[in-house]
């Protein structure tokens, strides 16, 4: 099952707030997913582990399959998504309780899904001209519409 509990969103936020006030360090935070790309499940793993990221303090990062096999570890998409989701979260000068209120929702949403395997990278996401394929684009859109209509506010 995917990892949504908002209590463990609050346990990293004090870690990451207390690193950055202790420490001169860049703290990089973005989190591996159970799920792997090409999946549905990974873009809402993505979306969950992104949307605290900037309340916290921290820069993406390392938008990664926790159990990456050759050539099923990462697109492109999966930054670009959680880049996406940060700056929404920041344009809408959200509060560490509204960034909350919104994983909370998302926690709901994805309540109960299950971890999806990995696609090999070069069937979900044309390398030579810097986009996923279309059953992927769907499956991403999908997803950000959903944000959408719990809230986040895309460009």
Known sequence: KLH???LASWGTSVVCQVFNTKSNYILYSGGYTLSGPGSEAALVERA???VHI???GCNV???RHARAEVNKAQTPLEAEFAWEITQAVMRMKMTRGQADTLYRKMAEWAEGRDAEPA???RDCYDWVRHR???AYKEKYLRVKD???RMG???E
């Open 54 to 56: 900037p309340i916290d």
């Open 132 to 134: 996923p394929m279309p």
């Open 61 to 63: 990062s390392y938008p």
């Open 119 to 121: 696609m090999d990278v």
């Open 152 to 154: 986040l506010q895309f």
């Open 146 to 148: 959903d944000l959408s």
């Open 48 to 50: 969950l582990f992104s």
């Open 4 to 6: 949504s509990d908002p």
